[in-house]
């Protein structure tokens, strides 16, 4: 007789997701969680043990002394220290020193489950913790032991240290800036610390909102500042509307309380100051915007003052200039010359003819504001005689200008 035997010998497995496992650094008295995936890849239960593994040669840890927390009003490069989380309802500063007791290694680490028995086929994750004692750093062995098995190996590295940064400055000044063009300054976010810091600007979208004529674009919004580095925050500004602004961006960074970012300027546009009255007509806007200015304004300023508000009029009411819009300013510029053409027809007062039509034409498609005309007065001229007028232009803005006279030939007809 023939007797067949089989048989299998197999060793209980485990397959280990790790073999090393850094938590890098992390803020003082917090702790940090990691996963490990085990599988039993054996056709046999497995049992398992974790267990740490001191060497005698070399120091599993070490600690470095950590200074005081130091939270501190804004100042032009002013180190903020936190060495420890925030005390809950607290405003004080936090005493966060090196313990003076040396912590066992299971206070430093804990792997949970730390021993269990895996299924033929089954998975499981481990959860592997790291305490950040203050000052900590430390490297050590833990071994995954399988009863009648191998033994894992599993490199654990970890450090704890305070967080600290600097600002290079808290105030931003764009100076003036041309109403409908950005202005761009730089921000720089120093970490002198070990510890990753997360940064990023809380009001942004407060002060982006349709209420507010200015835009403000921020990159990177949020990010994170790597230890021993710099980061560039660059903010730009686009006013919008001619006048003085200021804005506060609050950046938030860690833990730490918002820093207050100061953004100030002033909206400006290219503008000559001319000696000669302005030719408003009646009932138009430029005369209720007139009316306004004289009441609050000296003759110094009432030219600006008019100029302005005739920009922000624009910005506030077209934005974007659309073809009704257009349509309606030619036909009020057809009708303003026809007005000036009538009273030439009726007086020998020869006013000066607005280029009104040709320029206005001309800058609508550049949907660019259009100021009020100026008005120069000859009185009565002799016949065949030549009478000329001097004036005067300025520029009052710290840019420079060039400017151009649109020539109007007009005949006049004595017949």
């Known amino acids: 007789d023939t007797i067949n035997l089989h048989g299998e010998v197999h060793y209980p497995n485990l397959l280990i997701e790790h073999t090393d496992l850094d938590f890098g650094c992390i803020l003082n008295g917090t702790e940090v969680s990691r996963y490990v995936t085990m599988v039993n890849v054996s056709p046999l239960p497995v049992k398992y043990l974790w267990a740490f593994i001191l060497d005698e040669n070399d120091r599993n840890y ?58 033929p086929g089954e998975t499981e994750k481990t959860a592997i913790r790291f ?136 909206g400006m546009f290219n503008r000559l100051e001319i000696d000669l009255p302005r030719f408003i007509i009646n009932n138009s806007i430029e005369e209720q915007l007139y009316e306004q200015v004289q009441e609050k304004s000296d003759e110094k300023f009432l030219q600006h003052q008019l100029d302005k508000l005739v920009v922000q009029n624009f910005v506030q009411k077209s934005g974007e200039i659309n073809p009704q819009l257009v349509e309606s300013i030619e036909q009020s510029n057809l009708f303003q010359q026809q007005i000036q053409q009538q009273s030439m027809n009726l007086s020998n007062q020869s006013l000066s003819i607005s280029t009104t039509s040709l320029s206005k034409r001309s800058t609508i498609s550049k949907s660019i504001p259009i100021l009020p005309d100026y008005l120069v007065d000859f009185n009565y001229v002799i016949l065949g005689t030549v009478r000329q007028q001097i004036i005067h232009i300025k520029n009052p803005t710290n840019n420079n200008i060039t400017f151009r006279f649109d020539k109007l030939v007009v005949d006049i007809d004595n017949d």
Not at 202 to 214: C, D, E, R, V
Not at 241 to 254: D, G, T
């Open 131 to 266: 305490y950040g004692h203050p000052g900590i750093k430390t490297a050590v062995k833990a071994i995954c032991q399988v009863e009648n098995g191998p033994v894992y190996e599993l490199y654990l590295h970890g450090q704890a240290s305070y967080m600290a940064y600097r600002l290079n400055t808290h105030e931003l000044d764009f100076g003036d800036v041309h109403f409908d063009k950005s202005a761009t300054h730089t921000l720089t976010l120093t970490n002198v610390g070990s510890v990753p810091l997360g940064f990023h600007v809380l009001n942004l979208n407060n002060l982006n909102t349709n209420q507010q004529h200015a835009q403000i674009d921020v990159e990177p919004e949020s990010g994170t500042c790597k230890p021993y580095t710099s980061t560039v925050i660059t903010i730009k500004f686009l006013p919008s509307i001619p006048e003085k602004f200021e804005k506060i961006l609050y950046l938030q960074v860690a833990h730490f309380q918002p820093d207050e970012i100061r953004l100030i300027g002033t």
């Open 62 to 119: 070490t600690f470095e002394p950590q200074p005081q927390t130091n939270i501190s009003s804004p100042q032009l490069n002013q180190t903020q220290i936190q060495s420890g989380p925030w005390l809950e309802n607290s405003e004080q500063q936090i005493t966060y020193e090196t313990a003076n007791l040396t912590p066992k290694l299971e206070e430093i680490f804990d792997i949970s489950p730390f021993f269990g028995c895996l299924q």
